[in-house]
């Protein structure tokens, strides 16, 4: 299954779609809509021709046709950008044809389109090609971009004259306030850095919604929102954005009220005709988690029943034992990976589920709702051991029986072996095959590590893998990261992929949660 790939449309769009409007829950969202804060970024080094770096405020040699400057703004920003131009030589008797590109990594910067191999479509490089006809001229561009990194390349200019950069800058926005977050509680300067890192990440994401990244796609997914509002409560603490998103996704349903994968905010409101069963799922573990953190009864009456008819859905696709049929014909995200088997890891997941909405029923004093849901709790529990190997000491998957590191981390979240037991299966992941290609599969491995009280190996974990994306000289998380195939792409190509990815952000929740927590 593919969750963003070249397919999507034949594989992953619900038949018939269709969209519901909820205006009361779009007007509740609207009325959280976040003010975005501006800061201004200028470059901190410039190189020419493939020049070594040198700082951006010495001087800027002039631009003939071919030349090519780069421009380090230093860290990542979003924004948009405004660039002033003048000449030198001869007046100016013809246009200059200028090609920009942006990225977060240099990898991205000059990326040909006619060369591009990816399966998501080359409308997601960052590049413009403009013409500048009168000088001296500043050009501020329309669109938004996400970036560390800025190739200016001069692809045709009249000999009489060169071309002078003055000025180039960037109105950065976020609705997020970076200042107001306390550093963690903790003296090791690699959590620090790891903190840090997570912290610019959501705060990029931060838009006036939970976006899953800046440069692309642009837009909420629930996965990456789940996490991202664990990450916010813990840092900047803004339950508003979190609620906002909530009305969202509730108020633009599919077909029979199902809460899609993932909704545009622009050019107007509108849900994708994408539904994955984790996903809808995982409404309810926002909700939850958000019930948890601020009290909000209200709010959870209003979005009790689209939560419990999320519930009522993945049942459909259940088989007489209680068991998430698999099949080709479904869709669940759970991570990358080829060939990797989801119906374990989904089971878990609608445990998991049902085990929240009993939670949240006890709260809105719906007893007979909550010991229904634990009812079917309780025999989703039983069906998922019938893909336990009892030999072996390990969850299968799907027809085939296929053992991965996704079906043991989520049959241990969803608690159902004794302590012990889920402890000695963490202990032998690293012999098993299929391993997360994802920051957002490796949260829930930290997850399970935690929870089965190995918060060290998780801190381990932690500098092992995020670590690895800091020593490459990231700032922020990627969307997708192998220590061990750095050149794997789940679209088949690097420079399309996001380096700033909301669901890779959780170093800064787990830092703030588990440091200097004692394990019994």
Same mark, same amino acid.
């Given at each position: 299954?593919?969750?963003?790939?070249?397919?999507?449309a034949?594989?992953n769009?619900?038949?018939?779609?269709q969209?519901?409007?909820?205006?009361?829950?779009?007007?509740?969202?609207?009325?959280?809509?976040?003010?975005?804060?501006?800061?201004?970024?200028?470059?901190?080094?410039?190189?020419?021709?493939?020049?070594?770096?040198?700082?951006? *405020?010495?001087?800027? !040699?002039?631009?003939?046709?071919?030349?090519?400057?780069?421009?380090?703004?230093?860290?990542?920003?979003?924004?948009?950008?405004?660039?002033?131009?003048?000449?030198e030589?001869?007046?100016?008797?013809?246009?200059?044809?200028?090609e920009?590109?942006?990225?977060e990594?240099?990898?991205?910067?000059?990326a040909?389109?006619?060369?591009?191999?990816g399966n998501?479509?080359?409308s997601?490089?960052?590049?413009e090609?403009i013409?500048v006809?009168?000088?001296p001229?500043?050009?501020?561009?329309?669109?938004?971009?996400?970036?560390?990194?800025?190739?200016?390349?001069?692809?045709a200019?009249?000999?009489?004259?060169?071309?002078?950069?003055?000025?180039?800058?960037?109105?950065?926005?976020?609705s997020?306030?970076?200042?107001q977050? %306390?550093?963690?509680?903790?003296?090791?300067t690699?959590?620090?850095?790891?903190?840090?890192?997570?912290?610019?990440?959501?705060?990029?994401?931060?838009q006036d919604?939970f976006?899953?990244? !800046?440069?692309?796609?642009?837009?909420?997914?629930?996965?990456?929102?789940?996490?991202?509002?664990?990450?916010n409560?813990?840092?900047f603490?803004?339950?508003?954005?979190? %609620?906002?998103c909530?009305?969202?996704?509730?108020?633009?349903?599919?077909?029979?009220?199902?809460?899609?994968?993932?909704?545009?905010?622009? !050019?107007?409101?509108?849900?994708?005709?994408?539904?994955?069963?984790?996903?809808?799922?995982f409404?309810?573990?926002?909700?939850?988690?958000?019930?948890?953190?601020t009290?909000?009864?209200?709010?959870?009456?209003?979005?009790?029943?689209?939560?419990?008819r999320?519930?009522?859905?993945?049942?459909?696709r259940?088989d007489?034992?209680?068991?998430?049929?698999?099949?080709?014909?479904?869709?669940?995200?759970?991570?990358?990976?080829?060939?990797?088997?989801?119906?374990?890891s989904?089971?878990?997941?609608?445990?998991?589920a049902?085990?929240k909405?009993?939670?949240?029923?006890e709260?809105?004093?719906?007893?007979?709702?909550?010991?229904?849901?634990?009812?079917r709790?309780?025999?989703?529990?039983?069906?998922?051991?019938?893909?336990?190997?009892?030999d072996?000491k390990?969850?299968?998957? *799907?027809?085939?029986g296929?053992?991965?590191?996704?079906?043991q981390?989520?049959a241990?979240?969803? *608690?159902?072996l004794?302590e012990?037991?889920?402890r000695?299966?963490l202990?032998?992941?690293?012999r098993?095959?299929?391993?997360?290609?994802? !920051?957002?599969?490796?949260?829930?491995?930290?997850?399970?590590l935690?929870?089965?009280?190995?918060?060290?190996?998780?801190?381990?974990?932690?500098?092992?893998?995020?670590?690895?994306m800091?020593?490459?000289?990231?700032?922020?998380?990627?969307?997708?990261?192998?220590?061990?195939?750095?050149?794997?792409?789940?679209?088949?190509?690097?420079?399309?992929?996001?380096?700033?990815?909301?669901w890779?952000c959780?170093?800064?929740?787990?830092?703030r949660?588990y440091? *200097?927590?004692?394990?019994?």
């Amino acid at each position: 299954m593919s969750r963003k790939g070249k397919d999507m449309a034949s594989t992953n769009s619900l038949p018939g779609f269709q969209m519901t409007v909820n205006p009361v829950f779009i007007e509740k969202a609207q009325e959280l809509k976040p003010l975005l804060r501006e800061t201004m970024a200028s470059p901190m080094r410039i190189s020419l021709d493939g020049g070594e770096w040198q700082a951006a *405020g010495e001087s800027i !040699p002039s631009l003939h046709e071919g030349s090519v400057l780069r421009l380090d703004f230093g860290h990542h920003v979003t924004g948009y950008v405004r660039f002033s131009f003048d000449t030198e030589g001869s007046p100016p008797d013809a246009p200059a044809l200028l090609e920009l590109s942006f990225g977060e990594k240099e990898l991205e910067l000059g990326a040909q389109l006619e060369n591009y191999k990816g399966n998501l479509t080359a409308s997601w490089l960052q590049q413009e090609r403009i013409h500048v006809d009168e000088f001296p001229c500043t050009i501020k561009l329309p669109r938004r971009y996400a970036f560390r990194y800025v190739e200016i390349k001069i692809l045709a200019i009249s000999p009489k004259y060169q071309l002078v950069l003055q000025n180039v800058d960037t109105r950065c926005v976020s609705s997020a306030d970076i200042l107001q977050v %306390k550093a963690p509680d903790t003296q090791d300067t690699e959590l620090c850095q790891l903190d840090k890192a997570g912290i610019w990440t959501l705060h990029e994401c931060m838009q006036d919604v939970f976006e899953d990244g !800046p440069k692309r796609d642009r837009r909420m997914w629930l996965g990456d929102l789940y996490l991202q509002a664990k990450t916010n409560y813990l840092t900047f603490g803004n339950t508003d954005l979190v %609620k906002r998103c909530l009305y969202l996704f509730a108020g633009l349903r599919q077909n029979e009220g199902r809460v899609g994968a993932t909704l545009f905010v622009r !050019p107007r409101l509108q849900v994708d005709d994408i539904y994955l069963f984790d996903y809808a799922l995982f409404f309810i573990f926002t909700l939850y988690d958000y019930y948890k953190y601020t009290g909000d009864e209200e709010t959870l009456q209003e979005l009790y029943a689209t939560a419990q008819r999320q519930v009522e859905i993945a049942s459909e696709r259940l088989d007489e034992h209680g068991l998430v049929k698999d099949s080709a014909d479904w869709w669940c995200f759970i991570d990358w990976g080829e060939g990797l088997n989801k119906q374990c890891s989904a089971q878990a997941v609608f445990i998991l589920a049902l085990e929240k909405l009993s939670w949240l029923a006890e709260v809105l004093g719906r007893n007979e709702e909550k010991q229904g849901f634990f009812t079917r709790m309780e025999k989703a529990k039983r069906a998922i051991m019938r893909l336990y190997d009892k030999d072996k000491k390990v969850f299968r998957s *799907g027809e085939a029986g296929q053992v991965s590191w996704h079906s043991q981390i989520w049959a241990v979240l969803a *608690g159902v072996l004794p302590e012990e037991e889920a402890r000695r299966l963490l202990l032998q992941l690293d012999r098993l095959p299929f391993k997360p290609q994802t !920051p957002f599969m490796h949260h829930f491995y930290l997850e399970a590590l935690c929870k089965c009280r190995f918060q060290d190996k998780a801190f381990a974990h932690m500098k092992a893998y995020w670590g690895a994306m800091l020593q490459e000289g990231a700032d922020t998380y990627y969307e997708s990261f192998n220590p061990d195939a750095r050149d794997f792409s789940p679209y088949g190509a690097k420079e399309i992929e996001s380096y700033c990815h909301a669901w890779s952000c959780t170093p800064a929740y787990f830092i703030r949660k588990y440091c *200097g927590v004692a394990v019994e």
